[in-house]
């Protein structure tokens, strides 16, 4: 169990909440749920309905769409983070490598939260943004690459 300066602590490191004031930090951590898996156990998978957002506690997870692996995710990272802002399912699946503990915060906690503190809509959307800008530039590398002209 999380002391609730350990979780203060945790949750400013994340990067959708960093802009925020402590104030409102020690109320969001402190209505997020502590969850543990064991190793193996996947978090959820993809297609599935998702309304939680997860920060890692301790432990590893991986991201994954089958056997190929997108990222591997170790304390003060989170993901889910998608769910909470649209009904889509799940677009990977993501399993603990090792026991892992996480915060998860819900939709509904989510919304509350932002109805009395606009910036976090704004830092969230920030992140969403640098990891399709990310992706953007992966592709456009991958592209270049491939229509790239041989030399002889």
Do not use: W
């Not at 949750?11 to 064991?38: C, T, W």
């Not at 997870?61 to 995710?73: C, F, I, K, S, Y």
């Not at 910036?119 to 491939?146: C, G, M, P, T, Y």
């Amino acid at each position: 169990m999380l002391t609730s300066i350990d979780r203060l602590l945790l949750v400013r490191g994340v990067p959708i909440f960093k802009e925020l004031r402590d104030d409102f930090l020690v109320r969001l951590a402190s209505i997020m749920n502590e969850v543990s898996y064991p190793s193996g156990k996947m978090i959820f998978s993809q297609g599935q309905e998702g309304r939680s957002l997860y920060i890692v506690v301790a432990g590893r997870v991986r991201v994954h769409l089958g056997d190929q692996e997108l990222a591997t995710l170790e304390k003060g990272s989170c993901f889910g983070e998608m769910s909470l802002f649209d009904a889509e399912p799940r677009s990977a699946s993501v399993t603990a490598i090792s026991g892992c503990d996480c915060l998860v915060l819900t939709q509904q906690q989510l919304y509350e939260a932002i109805d009395e503190t606009p910036d976090i809509a704004v830092n969230i959307i920030r992140l969403l943004s640098r990891r399709i800008r990310s992706q953007n530039i992966k592709l456009n590398e991958l592209e270049a690459s491939v229509t790239m002209p041989v030399k002889n």
